[in-house]
């Protein structure tokens, strides 16, 4: 995980079962890295009817005593779910301004922000959903999005999936599944898929010679993690198939997911980006997309 910024890691919160969820996994990752927890709740502003359009200036009273109810159910999600250790320094923001663009400028001063991957009845469902998918675009730090819908828990022992697409871009992704297995004492799984799509085969193409490729690859791409990193079991998957498929099968079998944000560049980068979205709304185990 990147250097210690000022809010550590950022949840957002809304009272939502999701945001339960994401506050305690962010609760659990702080302790893992010695990191404050940022508790932020966004209250959209007001509009009035009159004049037309016209917003309140400042929070209405009302709201403001509903985001502090949310704020303070988020701070006892935090201790609850600690198991009797010691609770991260905890912090919180109510901002009164539209919960996008809040979270991504406060996204420029945190190690890690977490989202739910749904929100508060209709409505929040499908405002938390599009707040998710902007941050997963635009915010200025690796994003952890977190299901309330998952079923069973991982075993403690379950190992962590990173994907990779053999580019450079897939680094970060790469940095932080490493740091992320070391810390909890399980292995890592990297997966790469030498194909973005499931065409093969292709008249003239050669499996053996591009699965070959793809372990050679991927061993370019973990060269000098096993050193830094000697304690985490590493094993590799090459596959030549739609890669959001293999990840999510892979996924049945982790404790988290790790993805880019972006891919090999062109059409593929976004066919790869694609891949990210798909992995973090389809999982039911936690996953973290890397800027």
């Known amino acids: 995980m990147s250097e210690t910024k000022n809010r550590g890691i950022l949840v957002c ?3 939502s079962a999701a945001s339960d969820a994401a506050v305690a996994w962010a609760a659990r990752e702080a302790v893992m890295h010695d990191l404050p ?3 932020v709740h966004a209250a959209p502003p007001v509009v009035v009817g009159w004049p ?5 200036a400042d929070i209405p009273e009302w709201q403001r005593e509903g985001a502090q109810h949310i704020i303070d159910q988020a701070r006892k999600t935090v201790t609850a779910n600690l198991g009797g250790v010691k609770p991260p320094e905890m912090r919180t923001e109510i901002i009164y301004s539209s919960v ?22 209709a409505l929040g469902r499908l405002l938390l959903g599009s707040v998710t998918a902007g941050l997963l675009h635009h915010a200025h730090c690796p994003v952890a999005v977190i299901h309330s819908d998952a079923g069973a828990t991982p075993a403690a022992d379950a190992p962590v999936l990173v994907g990779t697409d053999g580019s450079p871009a897939s680094e970060p992704a790469i940095a932080v599944a490493f740091d992320e297995a070391s810390r909890r004492g399980v292995g890592l799984v990297a997966l790469h898929a030498w194909s973005d799509v499931g065409v093969f085969p292709i008249l003239g193409m ?12 991927l061993a370019e791409r973990l060269a000098g993690w096993h050193e830094q ?19 999510l099968e892979q996924a049945e079998h982790a404790q988290l997911v790790v993805v880019g944000s972006h ?3 062109g059409f593929a980068g976004m066919l790869l980006g694609s891949v990210g979205r798909h992995v973090a709304q389809a999982a039911t185990v936690p996953v973290i997309v890397t800027r």
Do not use: F
Not at 52 to 56: H, K, S
Not at 229 to 247: S, T
């Open 13 to 15: 919160v809304d009272g």
């Open 37 to 39: 927890i940022t508790l």
């Open 52 to 56: 037309v359009g016209q917003l309140y």
């Open 100 to 121: 996008l663009p809040t979270l991504i400028t406060a996204s420029r001063d945190a190690s890690m922000i977490v989202v739910g991957s749904q929100g508060l009845g």
């Open 206 to 217: 050669d499996w053996r010679d591009n699965e070959v490729q793809g372990h050679e690859i």
């Open 229 to 247: 990193y000697p304690n985490v079991r590493v094993k590799r998957v090459v596959v030549c198939d739609k890669p959001a498929r293999w990840l």
């Open 263 to 265: 891919g090999r560049g």
